[in-house]
């Protein structure tokens, strides 16, 4: 991990890398950082608060190893929250947390040693004073690096307050875009549903009364999150099933809800499904890429749920099936001309082959990779499961249209994981090539790294460079 050549395999792989990939400018189009903490910029306390404070991750680690919630989410100080991480964090042997985390350490503090239990104590103390020296802060880690666009994760009643003053801040040097998640609209039989329209109502300007206010203000909304440089809308897809839908029915289950009574999982399902392919046809008259992240099993132990809320480290990847729903949905956002570019994830592995390729079915002159197969995200976000996704998608897409790396992640030290991904994917290009499997042509091979590691998503998103 802290060697040059750290997953780069020959000669070619190393080329690749070192000359174009590893300085290549980082566009980050899909995370969940807080447009707020870049704005205020405040200097971080110490590593744990960078390292702990938001990494589900790291606590579903420390919690298998036994460590007890107090050092790990609790009242615990900042040093012995970073001693108990680095105990857990020595013996995760195959683990992306073990690469990541000596990564960041090599990266953003200069430390050439392999976080351990006996150092611990001396590395908290390293970092602490790399961070008052050099005021380690959101900016200054983005800087750090070389990250050019950032699309954070925001509900349709946020005001962007934000995101509007970074647009306003000429000497930024990167931007801060926000990304459109409706998720909270779609979900009716959240016991919170109906506050939530509320809400809704309110930043929109509209009370809703009926299932055509809702998509009147959803409407409003996104012309509202254009206006501040959106680009990019997601959703959540815990649940996949297809049956047809007519906008009378959406209504009735609509008003049904509003009435107070009791909606099925069926009901429920159609009218997420036709909100969704209403919502589909208003990104693609914006102009947006819409991303769909599928597989997620959210809250799987309830009283941790209950103690410590959602995003904790307790959701799983689910286990149902995507295909023929999925082609059924595209198909019908696709018959009301409303199928827009779109990102597919998969949170389990089995469903490589099928998102793979299934963008192939629906293309569109002029657009290369109309519909993205998303990278390895989440669970396998790892060095075989990122492998695993480059060779799917080679085999049955076609990998130099990829739009390549994001984060997905909370905290400012994770760009070191397009770094973590630029090796895989050259080291696997360059076993192409060293095997005879792909020829040695210089001038593509440049345009292959170089589009999958920020150019293709510059064309994608339709920005400037």
């Given amino acids: ?168 801040k000429a000497d930024l040097g990167f931007r801060v875009l926000p990304a459109f998640r409706p998720d909270k609209a779609l979900n009716i039989r959240k016991p919170d549903f109906k506050e939530y329209i509320d809400k809704l109502g309110k930043a929109g300007g509209k009370e809703i009364t009926c299932y055509s206010d809702l998509i009147s203000v959803l409407q409003e909304r996104i012309r509202f999150f254009k206006e501040a440089g959106c680009r990019m809308s997601d959703h959540s897809i815990e649940s996949l099933q297809f049956e047809p839908v007519s906008c009378q029915e959406a209504e009735e289950i609509f008003r049904k809800f509003l009435l107070g009574k009791e909606i099925s999982k069926e009901e429920a399902e159609k009218y997420k499904l036709y909100t969704l392919i209403l919502l589909a046809a208003e990104y693609k008259k914006a102009g947006w890429v819409m991303q769909l992240h599928i597989g ?85 976000d790892h060095k075989e499961g990122i492998l695993t996704h480059l060779k799917t998608i080679a085999s049955q897409g076609m990998l130099a249209e990829f739009t390549g790396m994001l984060t997905d992640s909370r905290s400012f030290l994770s760009y070191v994981r397009h770094d973590y991904f630029r090796r895989i994917l050259c080291s696997y290009i360059g076993g192409l090539v060293d095997n005879g499997e792909f020829g040695k042509d210089e001038k593509v091979l440049k345009e292959i790294v170089e589009g999958i590691c920020y150019k293709n998503i510059i064309r994608y998103l339709d920005i400037k460079e």
């Fill in 296 to 380: 997620a099993y959210r809250n799987a132990n309830e009283l941790m749920h209950k103690k410590l809320g959602v995003d904790a480290g307790f959701d799983i990847m689910n286990d149902f099936e995507i295909t023929d729903p999925l082609v059924h949905l595209l198909n019908e956002m696709e018959k009301k001309s409303g199928l827009p570019k779109m990102v597919l994830y998969n949170l389990n592995p089995k469903d490589n082959l099928v998102l793979a390729s299934l963008p192939h079915c629906f293309t569109e002159g002029g657009i290369p990779g109309k519909i993205q197969f998303g990278p390895a995200w989440w669970f396998c």
């Fill in 1 to 168: 991990m802290l060697e040059e050549n750290f997953l780069l395999e020959g000669e070619t792989a190393g080329h690749l890398y070192k000359d174009i990939a590893k300085d290549a400018p980082i566009y980050d189009y899909h995370c969940h950082l807080s447009a707020r903490e870049i704005c205020e910029d405040r200097v971080f306390t110490d590593i744990t608060s960078l390292w702990l404070e938001h990494d589900h991750y790291k606590w579903r680690a420390m919690r298998y190893a036994g460590v007890k919630e107090e050092l790990i989410t609790g009242e615990a100080g900042g040093l012995d929250k970073f001693k108990a991480w680095a105990k857990v964090c020595e013996r995760l042997i195959g683990s992306p947390l073990y690469h990541w985390a000596n990564m960041e350490l090599k990266t953003y503090f200069g430390i050439s040693e392999i976080l351990r239990e006996e150092n611990a104590e001396r590395i908290y103390h390293l970092c602490k004073e790399t961070i008052d020296r050099e005021k380690l802060s959101p900016v200054t880690m983005i800087r750090k690096a070389k990250v050019e666009l950032i699309c954070t994760t925001d509900d349709p009643i946020d005001g962007l307050e934000y995101h509007k003053q970074l647009a306003g």
